[in-house]
């Protein structure tokens, strides 16, 4: 009994000793398993790591926010570490969002002491059951990144979020901060970035252009230069970036878009060499010009820009013929077959197949009609009217050069004979569908059918009508002119015309003829497409106003509007170059066709005079016109309908005016035969 009482003592005791010695099996940071447990928990966090990279990667993809031909992330871009979540973020949702500092685990809780202070443990009730403790830990830097390059990460974030507003702003901030030198080439790059994200085109560009400017040894310099043809697409006007390009000719653009920086340069030097012709350089257009041609030829066949190279390969050959053809006849020729042979060959490649894009077929459609056009008047140039008119046909109805084919075929049609053609398209020009399009000539041609078929009086309205309509347009031009106006000015006069017509303001006598003026000068395309330009850069600096306020009143956006303005000046004075230039160049014109009006006046009146002087000698039984035979047979597939001076849409282009009489002497079977044809 005693030794059975000793082993009992003993019992308690060595228990009381292990209850209160420390434990060297568990701590308070949970359970130590021994080297499978660091093998296992290794294993876990690689297969964490692959899993959240793979989320972040489908993630960006699944945005869909970039075009699909933007430039993807450089190396330095994709290698750089991820960024670090501000400290006042929002607690992750996701495992995938969670900072990548593992979490501290909960520390064990000792066991509650017995009751009555014993060191045995008490089996008579439960133990209370406390709630686990929990912890929350702010974002944690683990990566050795400082403050500063913390906050640009923070910007990169912003932008990877696609909250572009905040990531410019962040970015901006680093910029205006003179310590942050270092990281003042990658804020910038954000900064260009979410400009262009946001719809920003014009300031996205002067945010590239100064990466541009500081040359070709700094990061972003390559990515920069892909980033100048995205912005070119998203413009009205392409050839807003033509001259950065151009002043960075020498650099080796990437592979993928060499032969587009060359279509461009061909641009930049085929605007460069027309501007140079119209004051009188000649020289120096040549050299423009001849550029064109090399650059041309080095886009290969099989490329996409190669239609669009080939046409401007065709326009320059087409000038240096139009220029050669006095000095040298033979060169001349040579380079208008040239002009021809690249004219078919864009007509070929551009021809409607299945398999292209919608904005491929509609570009393609485009210049394959600029193509028939420049076919037409290359073969009007070289008397072969006919042709011309083949090729004019060619323009479909209600397309962008159909009004400028039927004017011109008016002209071909009045050189063949087909006079009822002519009047036919002339009505549809005048019809008040087209009231706004500017077509001087038109009443000139008009006047000169009528006297051809010796309807004098008829020609005399026409070309009073002609001086009450242009004469105004010629004396305000010349007052323009006249004036010495700087070449902004210029712009200005037709910039407020605009504005007139957009804010629907009355409008005097005055206005009314600067709005003729107005649809004059913008007939030039690269003084219209600069035109273009100047009304998107107002609307990118109106939509400031539309911003959230954090944005609208922030240093950046003053900063922005203030590079804007400047580019705005810049371009005003450029298409007030254009403008006084153009306006000069119709000022003239309208001289010369005022000249051939009077001219024509004075022919009509001494016909007229003649026939009277007849008339009086024969007693007034002499007729100087007579009634033409006609018909109002038609097609089978044509239905014959009175013109009541009354305008319907889907008639526009298939008037035919019927000359009901003309000059006696003419052979009216031959006229009917005439007729019938242009039916």
């Given amino acids: 009994m005693m030794r059975s009482y000793r082993l009992i003592r003993l019992a308690v005791l060595g228990l009381a000793l292990a209850w209160s010695a420390p434990s060297f099996a568990q701590n308070f940071e949970g359970l130590d398993l021994g080297g499978q447990s660091k093998s296992k928990k290794k294993k876990k966090g690689a297969s964490s790591a692959k899993s959240s990279k793979?989320?972040?990667?489908?993630?960006?993809?699944?945005?869909?926010?970039?075009?699909?031909?933007?430039?993807?992330?450089?190396?330095?871009?994709?290698?750089?570490?991820?960024?670090?979540?501000?400290?006042?973020?929002?607690?992750?949702?996701?495992a995938s969002e969670a900072p990548s500092t593992p979490p501290a685990p909960t520390p064990a809780q000792p066991p509650a002491p017995a009751p009555g202070g014993g060191f045995g443990l008490d089996l008579t009730q439960e133990a209370p059951k406390a709630p686990a403790p929990t912890m929350s830990f702010d974002a944690v830097d683990v990566s050795g990144k400082t403050a500063d390059r913390q906050r640009l990460e923070i910007a990169i974030s912003l932008f990877k979020n696609d909250e572009y507003e905040k990531a410019a702003m962040?970015?901006?901030?680093?910029?205006?901060?003179?310590?942050?030198?270092?990281?003042?080439?990658e804020a910038r790059y954000v900064l260009a970035k979410s400009l262009y994200r946001m719809g920003m085109y014009h300031s996205s560009l002067g945010e590239f252009s100064k990466l541009l400017a500081l040359g070709p040894s700094t990061k972003f310099f390559k990515t920069s230069l892909e980033w100048l043809f995205f912005i070119s697409r998203k413009t009205k006007n392409e050839t807003v970036i033509l001259d950065e390009i151009a002043r960075h000719a020498n650099q080796e653009f990437?592979?993928?878009?060499?032969?587009?920086?060359?279509?461009l340069l061909a641009r930049y030097h085929f605007?460069?060499?027309?501007?140079?012709d119209q004051v009188g350089q000649t020289a120096d257009a040549?050299?423009?010009?001849?550029?064109?041609?090399r650059l041309t030829l080095m886009i290969p066949k099989t490329d996409l820009?190669?239609?669009?190279?080939?046409y401007l390969d065709g326009l320059a050959s087409f000038r240096n013929g139009s220029h050669q053809k006095d000095a040298a006849a033979k060169r001349g020729n040579g380079e208008m077959l040239a002009a021809v042979d690249a004219m078919k060959d864009v007509v070929k490649l551009t021809r409607p197949m299945a398999g292209k894009s919608a904005d491929q077929a509609k570009a393609d459609k485009a210049l394959r009609e600029l193509a028939f056009m420049q076919l037409a008047r290359t073969h009007y140039g070289m008397q072969q009217n006919r042709y011309a008119l083949f090729y004019l046909s060619k323009v479909e109805r209600g397309n962008t050069q159909w009004l400028e084919s039927l004017f011109e075929a008016s002209w071909a049609n009045y050189r063949v004979g087909q006079y009822e053609q002519a009047l036919g398209n002339l009505i549809t020009l005048s019809s008040p569908f087209f009231r706004e399009e500017y077509f001087p000539e038109a009443l000139i041609l008009k006047a000169v059918i009528y006297y051809?078929?010796?309807?004098?009086?008829?020609?005399?309205?026409?070309?009073q009508d002609f001086e009450r309509t242009y004469l105004p347009v010629h004396d305000q031009l010349e007052s323009l002119v006249k004036k010495g106006m700087e070449a902004n000015e210029y712009y200005s006069v037709l910039s407020d015309v605009q504005k007139k017509n957009k804010e629907g303001l009355e409008k005097n006598e005055t206005d009314l003829i600067l709005e003729r003026i107005l649809r004059l000068a913008l007939t030039d395309q690269d003084l219209r497409k600069t035109n273009d330009s100047i009304l998107e850069l107002e609307g990118e600096m109106d939509a400031f106003a539309s911003r959230g306020d954090t944005f609208k009143y922030s240093e950046l956006s003053k900063q922005l509007l203030e590079e804007l303005k400047v580019h705005r000046t810049g371009l005003i004075s450029k298409a007030g170059i254009m403008a006084k230039g153009k306006l000069e160049t119709e000022l003239v014109a309208l001289k010369q066709l005022l000249a051939n009006g009077l001219r024509i006046k004075f022919e009509t009146t001494t016909k007229e005079k003649e026939f009277l002087e007849e008339q009086l000698k024969a007693g007034g039984r002499t007729a100087i016109v007579k009634r033409y035979k006609f018909s109002v047979a038609v097609a089978d597939d044509q239905l014959y309908w009175p013109y009541e001076g009354e305008y319907w849409r889907d008639e526009l282009g298939t008037y035919q005016y019927t000359l009901t009489k003309g000059c006696i002497e003419r052979d009216t079977a031959n006229r009917n035969v005439q007729s019938a044809e242009a039916l």
């Fill in 54 to 94: 793979s989320k972040k990667k489908s993630a960006r993809n699944a945005k869909g926010k970039a075009p699909a031909a933007e430039p993807e992330a450089t190396a330095e871009e994709s290698s750089a570490p991820s960024p670090v979540a501000p400290a006042a973020a929002a607690t992750p949702s996701s």
């Fill in 170 to 185: 962040a970015a901006h901030e680093l910029l205006a901060d003179a310590k942050l030198a270092g990281l003042h080439t």
């Fill in 254 to 263: 990437p592979e993928k878009y060499r032969n587009e920086f060359r279509y």
């Fill in 271 to 276: 605007v460069r060499g027309r501007a140079l």
């Fill in 286 to 293: 040549d050299k423009s010009f001849n550029e064109v041609k």
């Fill in 305 to 310: 820009f190669y239609p669009r190279a080939r």
């Fill in 452 to 463: 051809e078929n010796c309807r004098y009086r008829e020609s005399n309205i026409i070309l």
